[in-house]
């Protein structure tokens, strides 16, 4: 199984529709991140979690929600799903040092 | 202007050439440098981490990290149709414990067989 596990892989969505995106870590870190993919930016920090209740906005958060259900297990939601949130999502866990695992992603796609 | 900057390339080069990758940054609290490899429908996986100035080598890949210009470098020697992949820089500072690593954009490099 892999270390970091993400459900689904893909999604299409309509806009204004509510969705979760999971992930879960098999690592045992307490870290674990959330992260968006597009072409020409790069990768950017949604919201980050360190324990079960400490929890975070990163640079990019409006719109967005999160919920860390155990200390394996972190969702990202989108409230009201609109286009522009169409991306690639990363859910990623990493220990005391800059080890980041990261998942093998899920492609939203927002019409 | 952009914390890191990195070509986006993309780059393409045929097998057996040496690949040289860069990122530039402007924060001088960044001490910790890492490349990241993205195979196509995969998530980042680290592939190189260095602290502060100097060269590290691993097999065909050397890190090179110039403080003094911030600057940061990847090369890979003898390439090979599987080192075809998206490569990322990653910088962060020295409290690593809690905080977030700053990416560069990527350079999509294609080895040629």
């Known amino acids: 199984d892999a270390d970091v596990t993400q459900t689904p892989r893909n999604r299409i969505t309509k806009t204004g529709k509510r969705i979760m995106l999971e992930c879960s870590q098999t690592?045992?870190?307490?870290?674990m991140y959330w992260y968006r993919q597009d072409p020409g930016l790069g990768l950017r920090l949604i919201y980050y979690?360190?324990?079960?209740?400490?929890?975070n906005k990163g640079e990019i958060s409006d719109g967005y929600s999160v919920s860390r259900q155990a200390q394996a297990k972190f969702s990202l939601s989108l409230e009201s799903a609109i286009p522009n949130q169409t991306a690639l999502y990363f859910c990623?866990?990493?220990?005391?040092?800059?080890?980041?695992?990261f998942g093998s992603g899920t492609r939203l796609t927002v019409v | 202007q952009k914390e890191v900057e990195q070509d986006p390339g993309p780059l393409s080069v045929p097998e057996g050439a040496i690949v040289s990758l860069n990122c530039t940054y402007s924060n001088s609290a960044f001490q910790y440098f890492m490349w990241y490899r993205q195979y196509s429908r995969k998530g980042p996986e680290l592939l190189m981490y260095t602290y502060s100035s100097g060269n590290k080598e691993d097999g065909r890949f050397t890190a090179q990290v110039d403080k003094s210009s911030k600057y940061i470098s990847l090369f890979i020697r003898d390439s090979q149709p599987s080192d075809s992949a998206t490569y990322l820089c990653?910088?962060?500072?020295?409290?690593?414990?809690?905080?977030?690593?700053?990416f560069g954009t990527g350079t999509r490099l294609t080895i040629i067989p």
């Open positions: 690592k045992g870190h307490d870290r």
């Open positions: 979690s360190f324990d079960v209740k400490d929890i």
């Open positions: 990623a866990t990493k220990g005391t040092g800059y080890d980041y695992t």
């Open positions: 990653a910088m962060g500072g020295a409290n690593f414990g809690n905080e977030k690593l700053t």
